[in-house]
């Protein structure tokens, strides 16, 4: 019988570790880099960056707090993976506990992020943060010029 319990117990701890496929689990290892606790992959969806939607909200917001040029992604078919982690600069940022982060991933890359403080019925609104908490105005250290430059080019 005990022999029983300490198998159960056993496998329920490698259940509990191997929680993350091999692909998220390269994801989880970035963030783990970053200094966050994954708690759970919220959703994975495709985007896509058109010179026609780099003018529009949200896409042209996304790519302000990227540190990357957008030109090599264009028209290609990118993964967003959100998760919801723990230890992030956003963490309490309006009374919040865990922040939301997303992975913008090209073939297996990491090319950029986002970050957003989480609340329980998704009251907040505004722009995403970098990946490490940071706004676009801190990102573009000169945003005014960033975005005129922007909209000129898109």
Do not use: R
């Amino acid at each position: 019988m005990l022999f029983v319990f300490l198998v159960a117990i056993s496998l329920t701890a490698c259940k509990a570790d191997n929680t993350w496929t091999p692909n998220e689990n390269h994801l989880v290892e970035h963030l783990e880099a970053l200094g966050y606790d994954a708690i759970s992959l919220e959703s994975t969806k495709e985007i896509t960056f058109t010179e026609q939607n780099l003018s529009l909200l949200p896409h042209q917001q996304l790519w302000a707090i990227q540190t990357e040029e957008v030109t090599p992604y264009l028209n290609k078919s990118l993964k967003m993976y959100s998760f919801v982690v723990k230890g992030h600069p956003l963490d309490h940022s309006y009374g919040m506990v865990t922040t939301e982060v997303g992975l913008l991933v090209d073939a297996n890359n990491i090319i950029g992020g986002w970050s957003f403080p989480m609340e329980k019925n998704n009251s907040l609104s505004g722009s995403y943060y970098s990946l490490n908490g940071l706004t676009a105005e801190e990102v573009q250290t000169n945003y005014p010029a960033w975005q005129k430059e922007w909209n000129e080019k898109y």
